[in-house]
């Protein structure tokens, strides 16, 4: 659990860049504008230009890299942690998200920045921003607050072995679908694989944190793994449609969104695990290739 720091920040972004945006006429459907992307918590996305029939083609479009660039050392709470849980929001087509010390604004077509507020002291929240559409008198404003961190640690989930499997029958994680009308398993599978296996046998489900992302084009995105994979299920069998591995594990919500350059976008951040000391954590946008 997270408890927010007394102060609440709101950072004004409007500017004459933006301002300019945001004056286009653009449908809702095309943006995240909040974390869960909208007030009923759904994730659920009507774009469709990437579905089942052509899911396989997602390439990579941009990355950028969420630790300051100018090389400074982060500090403070988790310094481990602080990105791992991000998911950005796109409204009126620009993309916020905090970054540890700092609050970006990007291009979602190419994940250029647009402008970047660093804090004085602290750090921002670990999760995402707010989006405030401002009224005739005020401009816009991206809402965070500063945040402080309660830890509670459980027992060991593992057993000592050197290979640490679960103490239990696999598969270790899976992911289910639900009849939302009579509660009923639609589908379940094993969500991740055990590289410590042999080839064929690693299938087994791998436990992590996380949650996934749903589209009107029939699929279901999600990372919550450790084994560093970032995942494509088609939604009304289960199947798995597309993988791709990354540099660190997705502990954080996926979004999707479309540019205005008319492509969907399908973005997330991978910022747990993998390498410690590389320093790579990154937001990473896919696109049809």
Known sequence: ?????????????????????????????????????DLAGTRYSPLTQINTTNVAN???????????????????????????EVTPIVVNG???????????????????????????????????????????????????TT??????????????????????????????????????????VPLGINETLPQGKQNVGSPGAGGPMVTAGGLVFIGATSDARFRAFDSKTGNEVWTTKLDYNIAAIPMTYQGKDGKQYVAVVAASGGTRGSNNESLVAFLLK
Not at 11 to 37: C, E, H, V, Y
Not at 78 to 84: A, D
Not at 164 to 184: E, F, H
């Open 58 to 84: 997602l390439k990579v479009a941009w990355t950028y890299k969420l630790r300051p660039h100018d090389g400074k050392p982060l500090t403070g709470q988790s310094p481990s942690e602080m990105f791992q």
């Open 1 to 37: 659990m997270r408890i927010p720091f007394k102060a609440l920040v709101l950072l004004i972004t409007a500017t004459a860049a933006l301002t300019g945006q945001q004056g286009k006429s653009r449908s809702p459907d095309t943006d995240w504008p909040m974390f869960n992307r």
């Open 147 to 188: 945040a402080r961190k309660l830890v509670a640690v459980n027992g060991p989930a593992f057993n000592a072995g050197p290979q640490r499997w679960p103490c239990s029958k696999p598969p270790w994680a899976r992911l289910v679908a639900i009849n939302a009308n009579t509660g009923d398993i639609a589908w379940s």
């Open 94 to 144: 620009v993309m916020y998200l905090p970054a540890a010390n700092r609050v970006v604004a990007l291009e979602p077509e190419t994940g250029k920045e647009i402008w970047s507020y660093e804090l004085k002291e602290g750090q921002a929240s670990f999760r995402g921003v707010s989006y405030w559409p401002g009224d005739k008198n005020n401009p816009p404003r991206i809402l965070f």
